[in-house]
C-alpha cells in the first residue's frame, strides 16, 4: 500500500509517519523510484503496536524504541524480551537509590514468596523506591498488603505469561510484549472500577 | 524552616521549589520581610506528595495540579477526591473514542460483577479503549481473562478503600490519593515480577 493507504488504515498523519520512519521506529517501505515507498501490512501492526504503546501504556517514544529493538532482535530469548520491556517500564535511573531498609524489605519479600526474580532487577529498585516515597508521606505499606497483592498477581501473571509462551514463534515476541505492557493498563483500570465500587458502597454509610 | 533546609529535607533544588512556588502546586510560606519566607512541615509534606506523584506514579504536573486542588477543597466528599484522582489517570481526551462493541463489553463486564461504576466514568472509556487498541494487534483479551482480574482486583480494592475510609478525616484525602494512585505503581511493580518469576520458570522447558 502507499503512504497514503497507511496513513488512512492507521489513523495516523502522514507527518507522524514519517517521523517515525527517519526515527527507525517504523522500518522503511519498499523503495519505487525516488520518492515513492510502498508498505505492507507488517507496517500497519507495527504503527498500530507503537500508538498502543504510547497512547495506552503512556510510554515515551525512548522507552517504545527499546522494547521494540528487543522484539526485533531474534537473537534474543522470550525471557530476555520480556525482561527488557519489563526493564523499561521500572527502570527510572535519575531517581535517587533507594534505602538499604526498603532494598531488604523487598528482597526478604520474594525470599518468603519463593518467587525467582534476578538479584540486580529493576523491579527490586522500583519497589524498594515506592515504599521509600510512600514512608515519606508516612504511608505504611503493611506486608500484608504485600502478601495481598503478590497472592492476586501469581495466578493473573501466570496466565498471562502461559498464554505467550504457547502461541506461534513467530508471534511470541510480539505477543510478550503486548501480554505485559499493554494487558497492565487494563489491569489497572480494573482495579480502579473495583475502589470505585468499593468507594461508592462505603460512602453511603457517611464518610467524608 | 528556611527555604534552605526546606529544599535539604526534601532533596529538592531550590529553584524547583521555587517553580512549584510560582506554579500554586505549592502554598506560600509566611512572609517574613520582603525576600524571606518561612516554611512549616505540611510544605515538606506536599513537596514530598508531589515528587511522589511524579516519580513514582509518573504523572504528569498537569494532572498532579488538578489532583492536589481536589485533596485541597474541603467542600468535596472523600469519594469525590477519590474520583477526581482516579479520572485523572484514566481520562485521555485526545484520543480516539472506542468503539460500541468496546462500550458495550465493558457495559456487560460491570453489569455481570454487579459493580457500581457511574455510566459517564472515564474509566469505562478507557478499559474500552484499551480493548480496541488489543484488538487493532489482534489481540484478544478474553472475558475469561477479565473476570480473572476482577476477582483478583476486589479484595484489593476493598482492602485499600477501607483502609483510607477509617483514617482520621484531615488526612482521609490525602491518603486516598496515595492509596489509589501511588499504590498503583506497586501492584504494577508486583505484577512484573510474577511476571519474571512464571517466566523464569516456563522458559526452563526450552521456548524462545
Known amino acids: 500500500m502507499w503512504m497514503s493507504e497507511l496513513s488512512e488504515r492507521s489513523g495516523l498523519p502522514v507527518a507522524t509517519i514519517k517521523f517515525y520512519l527517519r526515527d527507525g521506529l517504523l522500518p522503511a517501505g519498499e523503495a519505487l523510484g525516488a520518492t515513492r515507498s510502498r508498505y505492507d501490512e507488517p507496517h500497519l501492526r507495527r504503527l498500530r503496536l ?10 515515551r517514544l525512548e522507552t517504545v524504541r527499546t522494547i521494540l529493538a528487543a522484539v526485533d532482535d531474534e537473537s534474543l530469548p522470550l525471557h530476555t524480551v520480556i525482561g527488557t520491556a519489563h526493564v523499561q517500564l521500572s527502570s527510572a535511573d535519575s531517581l535517587p537509590a533507594p534505602t538499604g531498609a526498603s532494598r531488604r524489605r523487598v528482597d526478604r519479600l520474594l525470599c518468603r514468596l519463593r518467587w525467582r526474580v534476578s538479584a540486580d532487577s529493576a523491579h527490586r529498585v522500583a519497589l524498594a523506591r515506592a515504599l521509600d516515597s510512600l514512608a515519606s508521606l ?60 468499593a468507594s461508592s458502597r462505603m460512602s453511603r454509610r457517611g464518610h467524608r
Open 50 to 59: 507503537i500508538r498502543a504503546l504510547v497512547d495506552v501504556a503512556g510510554l
Open 138 to 197: 508516612d504511608f505504611a505499606v503493611s506486608d500484608e498488603l504485600l502478601d495481598d497483592y503478590a497472592a492476586a498477581m501469581r495466578p493473573v501473571a501466570k496466565r498471562e505469561v502461559s498464554s505467550v509462551v504457547s502461541s506461534a514463534p513467530e508471534q511470541a515476541t510480539e505477543k510478550a510484549v503486548i501480554g505485559t505492557v499493554l494487558l497492565e493498563p487494563v489491569l489497572s483500570i480494573v482495579r480502579r472500577m473495583a475502589q470505585e465500587d
